[in-house]
């Protein structure tokens, strides 16, 4: 009874991150994992088809409103494969920042009663929305297939591999602003309201549904300076082979992705002390 192999004690400053920790409870993150996908579609009739559905009919309505009505340009590439391709990453950043911006007021009961890394819960939600994307870029690459069968090229090469390291920043970027807004949201409740008009703004501010050359040259360098816009312009050039690089504007994405990531960690940590009080 002499032998302890966990101590627990409160956290006392605002940079304690303890990654050997999280690694520890990963069954538990996998536990939450599943857990979202099993709450997500109970008592629906189409389950998990909903995962191809929304994608579908979604960028349906894309192609309609801004392909065919707004004629907007789409770089050469078929109109359906532009706004699949956009969608796929913009979804799977919204839907961090929105599952994650309630992980406090969503489970403050499972977090009163026994104790775990804080941290886990918006990890798995990060990790829940990458299956999402993943069927959609599965979805991506067969309806790209049947163009090439068609006759259409795609300028992809090796630089295909970039996915991953984009995929892996979008996922810190939605992170790091989904904490932020879980951390201010147990106390001021008003932001879970706004969470969803904001993320619409933010997209309409990002090449989603246009192409980056539709951006007039006097305001390129401060439209670049929205971290989302130069990693939807690398992910459509990796994977379609559509527009060009600005890996100086990538680079800069970076630095804003890590920042917002630091400063999420730190007001997380220090929410986290006494969200019990205010939820």
């Not at 795609?154 to 984009?166: E, M, Q, R």
């Not at 201010?184 to 980056?212: E, H, N």
Request: hydrophobic share 50%; charged share 15%; net charge positive.
């Amino acid at each position: 009874m002499d032998q302890f192999t966990t101590h627990i004690k409160s956290k006392r400053g605002w940079l304690e991150f303890d990654i050997r920790e999280l690694y520890q409870y990963r069954d538990l993150i996998f536990l939450f994992v599943k857990r979202n996908y099993s709450t997500r579609y109970k008592q629906t009739i189409l389950g998990p088809l909903w995962l191809i559905m929304n994608p579908l009919i979604t960028v349906s309505l894309y192609a309609m409103v801004f392909g065919k009505i707004a004629d907007l340009s789409t770089d050469g590439v078929p109109q359906f494969v532009f706004y699949l391709c956009s969608n796929a990453i913009w979804t799977y950043f919204a839907t961090c920042i929105s599952s994650t911006a309630g992980t406090f007021t969503a489970n403050a009961g499972i977090m009163g009663k026994v104790y775990f890394p804080r941290l886990v819960m918006p990890i798995s939600s990060v990790l829940t929305g990458l299956l999402d994307m993943a069927i959609q870029v599965a979805m991506l690459f067969i309806i790209m297939i049947g163009y090439v069968l068609g006759g259409e090229n795609f300028n992809i090469n090796f630089s295909i591999v970039l996915s991953l390291v984009i995929t892996l920043q979008v996922a810190l970027l939605g992170l790091g602003c989904g904490i932020i807004v879980a951390a201010l949201t147990t106390k001021y409740r008003d932001l879970v309201i706004l969470v969803s008009f904001g993320i619409q703004l933010w997209m309409y501010a990002s090449p989603v549904v246009y192409t980056i050359d539709s951006i007039p040259d006097n305001y390129y360098k401060l439209y670049m300076l929205n971290p989302m816009a130069p990693i939807i312009n690398t992910w459509r050039k990796v994977i379609l082979g559509a527009g060009e690089y600005d890996f100086y504007f990538w680079g800069i994405s970076w630095i804003v992705t890590f920042g917002i990531l630091f400063f999420g960690i730190v007001l997380f940590n220090r929410v986290e002390k006494t969200f019990m009080d205010t939820v």
